[in-house]
């Protein structure tokens, strides 16, 4: 989408033919050759682009339905839970650099609590970023800079910075090709040393243990969503796993040795950002819970143990892995639908459904994994 298509949909007479275009019925191709008949073949499937665009931000952005977004864009944002939630640590009415701002995401969350200067080097973005603020009407504390943010002065209390991922048209998680460069990000926290820096959760450890700020995995909804890093005043520990909507977190301390043992009553999935932040034993002594294996992320108990970090099953049966047996007492249960999920096995859950061949009416959980070495199978209810 370019510029001048952009331009167009933001006037009046865009906002007429987006009305108009979200009133069609019927396939793609019929609806563009409707508009065709009066706009241009790139402004009218520039307009159903968009449409699609807003359905699916709908996921991320309570207001997706007024907002502009590119594809591209729209998978690099934050959506408003997460973003809201890391502005809680800027100083209230602060001086923020919003680096790389992109649709405006990010900007929605800090311009809540800040005034920030948002800078990103495309222009399209830039446009749908100052219509976007201007839809949660926080326009009026936002100033858009157009220009490439390695020029612009470092002049704030604080700033976020949010660098394209991409090398050569796919996504990379390497520092080596990100945008701005780490030597940017150096000379950023030299002069504003209250920075965030929003990373891909697929990052490499050791990289980002080198930045020497505190890493936090944020996950919302059960999907780790983002690494993000802290300095200056804005770190307060080393390591730390949030989860949202519920805005739980748990930090890396010193913890004794986990004890391994044999799956008993009740088994725990810890959600994913604890797992990537490489915090399961951490929640293992916070709970009170053991491990069943050394190697494998799950946790269990003789009692149930409430926990927002992790998902509880009942465990019902705990047998070695064979499909047939384990099928047949599947059967024996009246179990119906069957749902598989796995770890540190090699097996397909998708496969492994298929292949169960189960016409009951009850549901149950299927969770092969490994124990002492060898695949296991547990039959579980999920704990409400």
Same mark, same amino acid.
């Given at each position: 989408m370019?510029?001048?298509t952009?331009?167009?949909?933001?006037?009046d007479e865009?906002g $007429?033919l987006?009305e108009?275009a979200?009133a069609?019925?019927?396939s793609f191709?019929q609806?563009?050759?409707?508009? %065709?008949?009066r706009?241009?073949?790139?402004v /009218?499937?520039?307009a159903l +682009?968009?449409?699609e665009?807003?359905?699916?931000?709908?996921?991320k952005? #309570?207001?997706?339905?007024? &907002?502009?977004?590119?594809?591209?864009?729209? +998978?690099?944002?934050?959506? $408003?839970s997460?973003?809201?939630? %890391?502005?809680?640590?800027f100083?209230e009415d602060? %001086?923020v650099?919003?680096?790389?701002?992109?649709?405006g995401?990010?900007t929605i969350?800090?311009?809540?609590r800040?005034f920030?200067t948002?800078?990103?080097?495309?222009?399209?973005r830039?446009? &749908?970023? @100052?219509r976007?603020?201007?839809v949660y009407? *926080?326009?009026?504390?936002?100033?858009f !800079?157009c220009?490439?943010v +390695?020029?612009?002065a470092?002049?704030?209390?604080?700033?976020?910075?949010?660098?394209?991922?991409r090398f050569?048209?796919?996504?990379? #998680?390497?520092?080596?090709?990100?945008?701005?460069?780490l030597?940017?990000?150096h000379k *950023?926290?030299e002069?504003? =040393?209250?920075?965030?820096?929003?990373?891909s959760?697929?990052?490499?450890?050791?990289?980002l243990?080198?930045?020497?700020g505190?890493?936090?995995?944020?996950s919302d909804?059960?999907?780790?969503?983002?690494?993000?890093v802290?300095?200056?005043?804005?770190k307060?520990?080393?390591?730390?796993?949030?989860i949202?909507?519920g805005?739980?977190?748990i930090?890396m @301390?010193?913890?004794?040795?986990? /004890? !391994?043992? =044999?799956?008993?009553n009740?088994?725990?999935e810890p959600?994913?950002?604890v797992?990537?932040a490489h915090?399961v +034993?951490?929640?293992?002594? @916070? &709970?009170g /819970?053991?491990?069943?294996?050394e190697?494998?992320?799950?946790?269990t108990s003789?009692?149930l143990?409430?926990?927002p970090?992790?998902?509880a099953?009942?465990?019902?049966?705990? &047998?070695p892995f064979?499909l047939?047996a384990?099928s047949?007492?599947l059967?024996?249960?009246?179990?119906?639908?069957?749902?598989?999920?796995?770890r540190?096995v090699?097996?397909d859950?998708?496969?492994? $459904?298929?292949?169960?061949?189960?016409?009951?009416?009850?549901?149950?959980i299927?969770?092969l994994?490994?124990?002492?070495?060898?695949p296991? /199978?547990m039959?579980?209810?999920v704990? #409400?």
């Amino acid at each position: 989408m370019d510029k001048d298509t952009v331009d167009f949909l933001l006037s009046d007479e865009g906002g $007429e033919l987006l009305e108009s275009a979200g009133a069609l019925e019927g396939s793609f191709l019929q609806r563009v050759s409707l508009l %065709r008949k009066r706009y241009s073949p790139s402004v /009218a499937g520039a307009a159903l +682009e968009l449409l699609e665009l807003r359905h699916r931000a709908a996921k991320k952005f #309570t207001r997706a339905d007024e &907002m502009f977004f590119t594809r591209e864009a729209l +998978e690099q944002s934050s959506g $408003e839970s997460i973003s809201r939630y %890391r502005a809680e640590r800027f100083v209230e009415d602060s %001086r923020v650099l919003d680096l790389a701002c992109g649709i405006g995401g990010d900007t929605i969350g800090l311009a809540g609590r800040c005034f920030v200067t948002a800078v990103d080097s495309d222009p399209v973005r830039i446009a &749908m970023a @100052e219509r976007n603020l201007q839809v949660y009407g *926080l326009a009026d504390r936002v100033k858009f !800079v157009c220009a490439d943010v +390695e020029t612009v002065a470092l002049d704030a209390d604080a700033a976020f910075l949010d660098p394209s991922r991409r090398f050569g048209g796919r996504r990379s #998680t390497s520092f080596s090709q990100m945008s701005p460069s780490l030597e940017f990000l150096h000379k *950023l926290l030299e002069a504003i =040393p209250d920075c965030a820096v929003k990373l891909s959760p697929a990052s490499d450890d050791d990289e980002l243990e080198s930045l020497g700020g505190e890493i936090e995995f944020i996950s919302d909804s059960g999907e780790c969503k983002e690494a993000l890093v802290w300095f200056g005043r804005f770190k307060t520990a080393s390591k730390r796993a949030t989860i949202l909507p519920g805005r739980t977190s748990i930090v890396m @301390e010193t913890v004794g040795e986990i /004890a !391994v043992v =044999p799956p008993s009553n009740y088994l725990y999935e810890p959600d994913p950002s604890v797992i990537r932040a490489h915090l399961v +034993e951490q929640l293992a002594a @916070e &709970m009170g /819970a053991s491990r069943i294996d050394e190697q494998i992320a799950y946790l269990t108990s003789d009692s149930l143990i409430k926990t927002p970090f992790a998902r509880a099953y009942e465990i019902l049966e705990v &047998m070695p892995f064979n499909l047939k047996a384990i099928s047949r007492r599947l059967r024996e249960l009246n179990a119906g639908k069957v749902i598989v999920k796995k770890r540190g096995v090699p097996y397909d859950p998708r496969e492994i $459904e298929k292949r169960l061949k189960t016409l009951g009416t009850k549901e149950f959980i299927l969770v092969l994994t490994r124990l002492a070495g060898k695949p296991w /199978a547990m039959i579980c209810h999920v704990v #409400t």
